[in-house]
């Protein structure tokens, strides 16, 4: 399903804070996109993880956990706007309750898989890297 496609799927409008363990956050942005909930919903799966392709190069693979609940969304607007390229657009990956290393940009594709996999590819983060650390963060980097 393309960038538009996902826009024709019934959408919600979370307002999060995002933080990065590189010492910067942004509160209280409202984006738009689609749930995880919804999503895996469309296409039902009995998978324990997400892969998520994007721009770049990068990958990251998450428990399905930590994209359902109401915890994570395939954005495609920011602030009321379509998200441009600067914040990861035209799609990304948001989960804001983790670092924004695992909250993909320039997202292109996402799968289900039944294990955590390896590594992502030119990620920071990984399934086996969102515990919370000892200084609280939780994920690896940005």
Not at 13 to 37: E, M, N, Q, R, Y
Request: charged share 20%.
């Amino acid at each position: 399903m393309n960038v538009e496609g996902v826009a024709r799927v019934p959408a919600e409008t979370p307002t999060v804070a995002i933080h990065c363990v590189t010492k910067w956050s942004k509160l209280a942005v409202t984006w738009k996109g689609v749930s995880g909930d919804t999503l895996l919903a469309a296409v039902g799966t009995e998978a324990q993880y997400m892969s998520a392709w994007c721009d770049g190069g990068y990958t990251t693979n998450l428990p399905l956990e930590d994209v359902t609940g109401g915890r994570a969304w395939i954005a495609y607007e920011f602030g009321g706007e379509p998200l441009h390229p600067q914040h990861g657009g035209p799609a990304r990956l948001l989960v804001p309750h983790a670092s924004s290393a695992v909250g993909l940009a320039g997202l292109r594709a996402t799968d289900r898989r039944q294990d955590a996999g390896e590594r992502g590819t030119r990620s920071r983060a990984n399934a086996a890297d969102l515990g919370v650390r000892s200084d609280g963060a939780r994920g690896a980097g940005c």
